[in-house]
T-cell receptor, first 114, second 112 residues
Framework: DGGITQSPKYLFRKEGQNVTLSCEQN?????MYWYRQDPGQGLRLIYY???????QKGDIAEGYSVSREKKESFPLTVTSAQKNPTAFYLC?????????????FGPGTRLTVL | RKEVEQDPGPFNVPEGATVAFNCTYS??????FFWYRQDCRKEPKLLMS???SGNEDGRFTAQLNRASQYISLLIRDSKLSDSATYLC?????????????FGTGTRLQVFP
């Protein structure tokens, strides 16, 4: 079955630690995205990548970093510089970058900073 | 003013009821529109794309009003399984999907 996987499902981190969230897709999609969802707010774009070895900042990139070394993988690192990292993180992909493309989401990772 | 606004609800309706959600958007140049469904603690999933002529998929009807800058979702004959949060999503860009703006969602609770 084609789809997007994210791991881990739940993640706990101590303040001051970096942590990397995994996102893998086997849909052969070119574009991948990272969002953050907080209670009472819409999804906010962190980073996106339209092609391997290239990525752009979204609306809230500060304190995050990404890489896109392979088409199917787009890991997100939450660094200690991110002031409020506790949130639900969603990875998504689209077949292309047309405005009409549907976004397919992974099941998400819940990050809690202790 | 928020770019995409939705009534957060919750909308509590009995099974079999008809319920409608509205969503307003601020950018008149927006090109594409979607309704996503999100179950509690799960990822969003596409429910419908919204076309300018309006479109229907079974019990669900979506409409777009560009003049007034709103889109709507109508659910007929509500089922218990329709209980979820419905996200209005607007793409403000002309070519790139990086301009997707998500609403905060409208929560629907269908009771027996």
């Amino acid at each position: 079955d084609g789809g997007i996987t994210q791991s881990p499902k739940y993640l706990f981190r101590k303040e001051g630690q970096n942590v990397t969230l995994s996102c893998e897709q086997n849909l052969n999609h070119d574009a991948m995205y990272w969002y953050r969802q907080d209670p009472g707010q819409g999804l906010r774009l962190i980073y996106y990548s339209q092609i391997v070895n290239d990525f752009q900042k979204g609306d809230i990139a500060e304190g995050y970093s990404v890489s896109r070394e392979k088409k199917e993988s787009f890991p997100l690192t939450v660094t200690s510089a991110q002031k409020n990292p506790t949130a639900f993180y969603l990875c998504a992909s689209t077949a292309g970058t047309s405005v009409y493309n549907e976004q397919f989401f992974g099941p998400g990772t819940r990050l809690t900073v202790l | 003013r928020k770019e995409v606004e939705q009534d957060p609800g919750p909308f509590n309706v009995p099974e079999g009821a008809t319920v409608a959600f509205n969503c307003t958007y601020s950018n008149s140049a927006s090109q594409s529109f979607f309704w996503y469904r999100q179950d509690c603690r799960k990822e969003p999933k596409l429910l419908m794309s919204v076309y300018s002529s309006g479109n229907e998929d079974g019990r669900f009807t979506a409409q777009l009003n560009r003049a007034s800058q709103y889109i709507s979702l109508l659910i007929r004959d509500s089922k218990l399984s329709d209980s979820a949060t419905y996200l209005c999503v607007v793409n403000e860009g002309e070519m790139q999907a990086d301009k997707l703006i998500f609403g905060t969602g409208t929560r629907l609770q269908v009771f027996p």
